[in-house]
């Protein structure tokens, strides 16, 4: 079965500045890559996911990710934050079980 | 078009009492799912459905039960509530089981004291 490892449970980072929330997960032939956002008391929205082809995938709002196959990690990036980013973020994979295996997330709150 | 609602919102049990969540879905989605979420613990899978009369286990099953009668329709109970299930349950829809993004409703805050 997947797992997925979040390393950072929180992450404070000043308006404006980047930051990189990270995501490993485990080893799979095939494995299919996702970030979720939850902003305060509601249910998850999708940010971002990697199927297949291009290593680099980017969201509509400025995040962006990297699947690293060598390494198996899938961390998010952005490079200038707003107070709005401000929320829960969790990776998420999907191998040959063909279930969704969510990390403990991680918490970004962004400060004035 | 709604997507993916829950009903209750809020809901507090006492040790033993039962309750049913409904999850009701208008995206002729196949697939639904029932996570729990914990803190520091992420989402985990209660149970999920592959389509309508189809159930199956997910990673947390033990204490749950759930029902497809209908499409767009999952209902999960809780036949004899113990404290343990104190918890946030979000309900999801997809079209496809691993690809696909899913969606999610805005979840139901249970209690059980």
């Known amino acids: 079965a997947q797992s997925v490892t979040q390393l950072d449970s929180q992450v404070p980072v000043f308006e404006e500045a980047p930051v990189e929330l990270r995501c490993n997960y485990s080893?799979?032939?095939?494995?299919?890559l996702f970030w979720y956002v939850q902003y305060p008391n509601q249910g998850l929205q999708l940010l971002l996911k990697?199927?297949?082809?291009?290593?680099l995938v980017e969201s509509i709002n400025g995040f962006e990710a990297e699947f690293n196959k060598s390494q198996t990690s899938f961390h998010l990036r952005k490079p200038s934050v707003h107070i709005s980013d401000t929320a829960e973020y969790f990776c998420a994979a999907s191998g040959s079980a063909r279930q969704l295996t969510f990390g403990s997330g991680t918490q970004l709150t962004v400060l004035p | 078009n709604a997507g993916v609602t829950q009903t209750p919102k809020f809901r507090v049990l006492k040790t033993g009492q039962s309750m049913t969540l409904l999850c009701a879905q208008d995206?002729?989605?196949?697939?639904m799912y029932w996570y729990r979420q914990d803190p520091g613990m992420g989402l985990r899978l209660i149970h999920y459905?592959?389509?309508?009369?189809?159930?199956a286990k997910g990673e947390v099953p033990d204490g749950y039960n759930v029902s497809r009668l209908k499409k767009q329709n999952f209902l999960l109970g809780l036949e004899s509530a113990a404290p343990s299930q104190t918890s946030v349950y979000f309900c999801?829809?997809?079209?496809?089981?691993?690809?696909?993004?899913?969606?999610f409703g805005p979840g139901t805050r249970l209690t059980v004291l």
């Open positions: 080893s799979s032939v095939s494995v299919y």
């Open positions: 990697y199927l297949s082809g291009s290593t």
């Open positions: 459905s592959v389509g309508e009369g189809t159930t």
């Open positions: 999801a829809s997809s079209y496809v089981l691993s690809t696909d993004t899913q969606y």
């Open positions: 995206m002729n989605h196949e697939y």
